[in-house]
């Protein structure tokens, strides 16, 4: 959560018509809160400490690499979506 309004202030000046509303700071929370569930999941199941990398490499990564793929084009704004 403290990651994300820090993002937000930092970008209010430069995004011109930003929608931002309670159901933002629900999703921004749920997704929080799914995060932190994976990585006590993780904490449990892990063996030892190199297991965590690992979960990491095959989850995590993947997730940050595959986020924001599949919107379409015509859907981004025009500057963007050229």
């Known amino acids: 959560m403290y990651a994300g309004c820090l993002i937000l202030l930092l970008t209010l000046p430069f995004v011109d018509g930003l929608r931002f509303n309670g159901w933002s700071f629900l999703v921004m929370f749920l997704n929080g809160a799914v995060f932190s569930a994976i990585g006590v999941v993780v904490s449990f199941y892990a063996k030892k400490h190199s ?28 500057d963007l979506g050229r």
């Open 51 to 78: 297991d965590v990398p690992r979960f990491s490499n095959y989850v995590i990564m993947p997730m940050s690499f595959l986020c924001n793929t599949f919107f379409p084009r015509r859907r981004c704004p025009e």
